[in-house]
């Protein structure tokens, strides 16, 4: 059981570039999303999904994209990367419905650098 | 929007207990919980308390949770260098699923 894996741990990129931070989870977790981590602000939530098909906007999302066409996989896209993007991603899933404190998973986490 | 907000720095010393304090101001909130980052890592869950309970108590950690005035807070007894990190408060509520909104961090540093 993997848990929730996220990839690549370290990136960087060029101003301008492309670029698509991988979650996968193994647990058949209906809600899955995306936060970033900046030095004193916690973590924002960029976007999230309640499940396969269906997507929604978080506290920052623009300059991000996201899709979730499977239950397992719900990647976040950079179109054309800006300095501000540069931070620490982490993806969360848990079940669906009532959220139990025990079921909300983190990945490990993914740093990127935008140059 | 709903917002979480914590002090930003604690110290002390081993031995001493720790007292990490957070406010929020979501009147729906459902699940409240602490999360421990140690530095280049990602978020370790340590506890979380249904807003209908007042404490909870695990190990060395007990949360006490004060609806009335919206107040959270974590304290860590008999405190360790090892917990040295940043400790993030969120609060969630049934209506918004797996979205939880973060405090700011408050980092914990552990003199010896």
């Known amino acids: 059981n993997a848990g929730v894996t996220q990839t690549p741990k370290f990136q960087v990129l060029k101003t301008g570039q492309s670029m698509t931070l991988q979650c996968a989870q193994d647990?058949?977790?209906?809600?899955m999303s995306w936060y970033r981590q900046d030095p004193g602000m916690g973590l924002r939530l960029i976007h999230y999904?309640?499940?396969?098909?269906?997507?929604d906007q978080g506290e920052v999302p623009n300059g991000y994209n996201v899709s979730r066409s499977t239950t397992e996989d719900f990647p976040l896209r950079l179109l054309s990367a800006a300095p501000s993007q540069t931070s620490v991603y982490f993806c969360a899933s848990s079940y669906g419905g009532s959220v139990s404190g025990n079921t909300i998973y983190f990945g490990e986490g993914s740093w990127l650098t935008v140059v | 929007g709903e917002d979480v907000e914590q002090s930003l720095f604690l110290s002390v010393r081993e031995g001493d207990s720790s007292v990490i304090n957070c406010t929020y101001t979501?009147?729906?909130?459902?699940?409240l919980y602490w999360y421990k980052q140690e530095p280049g890592a990602g978020l370790q869950l340590l506890t979380y308390i249904f807003s209908n309970m007042d404490m909870k108590q695990d190990q060395r950690l007990t949360v006490l949770l004060n609806k009335k005035d919206k107040h959270l807070s974590l304290r860590i007894a008999d405190t360790q260098t090892g917990d040295s990190a940043i400790y993030f408060c969120?609060?969630?509520?049934?209506?918004?699923?797996?979205?939880?909104?973060f405090g700011q961090g408050t980092e914990l540093s552990v003199k010896p």
């Open positions: 647990m058949n977790h209906e809600y």
């Open positions: 969120a609060e969630s509520n049934n209506n918004q699923g797996g979205k939880l909104i």
């Open positions: 979501d009147s729906s909130s459902t699940y």
């Open positions: 999904s309640v499940g396969a098909g269906i997507t």
